[in-house]
């Protein structure tokens, strides 16, 4: 059963209080604060938003629902005027999971379609892959899932934001909630790329911060077709906890986890945004019974849900369509800001309407104020998306579920954090 939302200060786990933590400054972003609007180059007048959203690997789980935020928020910018008074273009890609990198090749194709603005991908080593290629080209580059510290430091150009949090914030929440569970010794097993290394650092740090032992830290190898010696070195370290920092090859470990004797019926584990999906055709019933995991995103509201079922009826996953919907919505919003739909004069804009102005929270209502020369702070279906200058969420909510005997996951908690 779903409790209210709370927040945690870092250092002692806690109701009532902030979980306030520090991200290192993005090379020499501005943090699109706006002073050389007069400089960037000028749009076509046609607003032009390219998904980089994976339906290929072992992430296309998260497809499905990325790219109906996306189409739902194109369809919510048309029905209301549009951008800078003609309707918004919009193209798809498939990112796949970086293995094979059919990524370049797909963001080819969206910069031949005189795209504005990327959003995706998904996979933060993906998104690495084809980061320059993007920003180089002028085209604003807006991740709804990409969580790897790395971009955090990463010289950008001001070119490059996220919806979705720094792992800085879910490891700590993950961390803490190892440790709340009573876990002692832990074990981390991680994908080895920019997303598992980042987060397994992150949830490493805070379970020794807090005086608990990691007991076991493997890292694995994308291409792997066999996690044998791997989950052996999980076994060998006698963990009372498991952190599974996967995509999709969780269904290949699971099993192996189960062969060993370590499986979710034996050892407490947990899962994190890459591997929370629906399970119920993948395992026998109660096979992830129990199961503890985390993902960034506020509640997901009842009617917003609705609207995303009717573009893609299709769906049985959320996550991250809300954040797909807003990285959308407040590249429109930047544009009409900018009074230009140019990638460069987008990114001047983004910063300003995500913060520190009179509220609003859907486009039509935004766009009107942004009209009448109000400064807006756009307040999204995914939760805070107050932007730092590093263009990263400066609040934000992490989720906590628990998988019941379907294997399917229901809420538990949510918990919001300060990254300054």
Sequence with gaps: ??????????????????????????????????????????????????????????LAFLGPPEFAGVDLAVKDINEAGGVLGKDVVATKADSG????????????????????????????SVSLSVIDKIINAGVVHFSPANTSTAFDT??????????????????????????????????ILARQEAYGEALADNVEKTIKDQGGNVAAKVLYS????????EIQKIKDAKPDAIVLISF????????????????????????????????????????????KATYPGAELKDDFKKRM?????????FTYGPESYDA?????????????????????????????????SNFADCVKLV???????????????DLNKTGSPSKATIGIFAYNNDNKYDNTDYITGVVE
């Design 1 to 58: 059963m779903k409790r209210s939302t709370k927040t945690i200060r870092l250092a002692a786990v806690a109701a009532a209080s902030t979980l306030v933590l520090a991200a290192c400054g993005g090379g020499d972003d501005d943090g699109g604060n706006g002073d050389d609007a007069g400089k960037v180059a000028k749009g076509d007048g046609t607003l032009t938003v390219g998904s980089l959203l994976p339906s290929t690997g072992d």
């Design 97 to 124: 999971d970086g293995t094979p990198k059919i990524a370049p090749g797909s963001v080819d194709k969206l910069l031949g379609a005189n795209v504005d603005t990327v959003i995706g991908a998904a996979s933060s």
């Design 154 to 187: 990463y010289d950008d150009k001001g070119m490059y934001f996220r919806t979705a949090p720094s792992d800085v914030l879910q490891g700590n929440v993950l961390g803490n909630l190892v440790l709340q569970d009573g876990a002692k010794s832990v074990a």
């Design 222 to 229: 994308v291409d792997a077709t066999s996690y044998t010696s």
């Design 248 to 291: 999709n090859e969780a269904t290949k470990i699971i099993p192996g986890f189960e062969s060993a004797g370590i499986g979710p019926q034996d050892v407490q584990t947990y899962f994190v945004d890459g591997n929370t999906a629906d399970y119920s055709k993948d395992f026998p019933k109660g096979t992830l019974e129990g199961i």
């Design 309 to 317: 079922l009717e573009v893609d009826p299709k769906l049985k996953d």
């Design 328 to 360: 959308t919505v407040m590249s429109a919003l930047a544009a009409e800001a900018a009074k230009n739909d140019s990638g460069e004069a987008i990114a001047s804009e983004l910063v300003n309407i995500s913060r520190d102005g009179e509220k609003c």
């Design 371 to 385: 009209k009448d020369g109000t400064d807006i702070d756009y307040e999204g279906v995914s939760g805070p998306v």
